[in-house]
């Protein structure tokens, strides 16, 4: 995917200047129906994830459908929050954020738990919004509007 390709270009350089560390990409996987993954088995009905074990993100082909006609939360920018989002918890995996907040997770209680995932959630968001800024030429008028009008339809009830 061509989106896929910029958050690579955008973070290999993020890593390289502010970090300097090398970024390993994640890989994109594209199924439709359902699938298997080291993170358990998704469906449609999962949303996008991002499998920690395989650094690979998951996208049901269907979901941008869902995502347009029923959340109505279409645009081609839209769609690329979307991947820029799993992708961002890739770099959160590749920054060890991952495995430390599943960490804490696992000692806190449900509720303590739940605000952990949803703040990972919003750092996922503002890691999109990192990806938005730097990529050069893709952004147009009315971008930004999809993609928060997709943050908010989508939330984290969809991304995961």
């Given amino acids: 995917s061509a ?14 200047e502010q970090l300097d560390l090398p970024y390993n990409a994640p890989v994109l996987v594209l199924y439709s129906g359902v699938t298997q993954s080291p993170c358990g088995g998704a469906s449609g009905a999962t949303g ?54 599943d960490q804490a997770r696992r000692a806190s209680s449900t ?12 750092m996922a968001d503002c890691l999109s919004g990192v990806w938005a800024r730097n990529v050069e030429g893709l952004l147009e008028r ?12 989508i939330g984290d009830d969809h991304l995961q």
């Fill in 48 to 101: 996008p994830f991002y499998c920690p074990a395989d650094k690979k993100a998951y996208l049901d082909t269907s979901f941008f459908t869902t995502m347009s006609q029923q959340l109505g939360a279409g645009g081609d920018f839209a769609a690329a929050y979307v991947i820029a989002h799993e992708v961002a918890h890739h770099v959160q995996n590749e920054l060890g954020i991952l495995p430390k907040v």
């Fill in 3 to 16: 989106v896929l390709a910029t958050t690579e270009q955008v973070w290999t350089k993020i890593f390289r």
């Fill in 111 to 122: 509720t303590e738990a739940n605000a952990l995932t949803v703040r990972l959630e919003l």
């Fill in 142 to 153: 009315g971008d930004l509007e999809e993609a928060l009008n997709a943050a908010r339809m």
